[in-house]
């Protein structure tokens, strides 16, 4: 199975901050990964796939990188409906799809 | 605009069996480009892949689930449904019905519509 490691588990910001937030992959999966985001109580949001793809409707300032192993979600300008938990996914070939453990982004 | 919506018991008993459907609004699940499929969410093991199921009957389960999970599909009724045997506490999770980005070629991809979830509680 491949394992999915976001860091940090939780981070406090501020509106307006540029924020990060990683992804590791226990082996390359290239760039079948995908974001989404989760606030409290409703289901998870797509924002991004194939690593740097903003989904339909997503605003810009959500923006995704890298391939292989390693990845990155930024937050160009922190709004305040951006307060949520962040979760990573990878769809790579065959394997069973796995969850990181989240970032949770708070004030 | 595709929607999703799950349903089924909120309680279920130790060693009994979990069911619930799942029935797509908006849109049809004989699709060639997706999956259709369940996720769940427990405090304990955050978000878990449970399975997909295509609307020619194909699947693909989590190995860590799969000796005690079915997935069906009713094109006619629009809905797909799961099944978890011999249920425990562990069980105990949000469930989601969702659906993938895929078909018989691509395999199962991501997911970009998800149903609002429903709370599932294993207990006597």
């Known amino acids: 199975a491949i394992r999915m490691t976001q860091s940090p588990s939780s981070l406090s910001a501020s509106t307006g901050d540029r924020v990060n937030m990683t992804c590791r992959a226990s082996?390359?999966?290239?760039?079948?990964l995908a974001w989404y985001q989760q606030k409290r109580g409703k289901a998870p949001r797509l924002l991004i796939h194939?690593?740097?793809t903003l989904q339909n409707g997503v605003p810009a300032r959500f923006s995704g990188s890298g391939s292989g192993t390693d990845f990155t979600l930024t937050i160009s300008c922190l709004q305040s409906e951006d307060f949520a938990t962040y979760y990573c996914?990878?769809?790579?070939?065959?394997?069973?799809?796995?969850f990181g453990g989240g970032t949770e982004v708070e004030i | 605009q595709l929607q999703l919506q799950e349903s089924g018991p909120g309680l279920v008993k130790p060693s009994e069996t979990l069911s619930l459907s799942c029935t797509a609004s908006?849109?049809?699940?004989?699709?060639?480009?997706?999956?259709w499929g369940w996720i769940r969410q427990s405090p304990g093991k955050g978000l878990e892949w449970i399975g997909s199921i295509f609307y020619s009957g194909t699947t693909s389960y989590n190995p860590s689930l799969e000796s005690r999970v079915t997935l069906s599909v009713d094109t006619s009724t629009n809905n797909f449904s799961l099944r978890v045997d011999s249920v425990t506490t562990a069980d105990t999770a949000v469930y989601f019905c969702?659906?993938?980005?895929?078909?018989?070629?691509?395999?199962?991809?991501?997911?970009?519509?998800w149903g609002q979830g429903t709370t599932v509680t294993v207990s006597s």
């Open positions: 996914l990878h769809y790579y070939n065959y394997f069973a799809l796995t």
């Open positions: 969702v659906r993938h980005l895929g078909g018989l070629v691509r395999g199962v991809l991501y997911m970009d519509v």
């Open positions: 082996q390359d999966i290239r760039s079948n």
């Open positions: 194939a690593a740097s």
């Open positions: 908006g849109g049809s699940i004989s699709s060639s480009s997706h999956y």
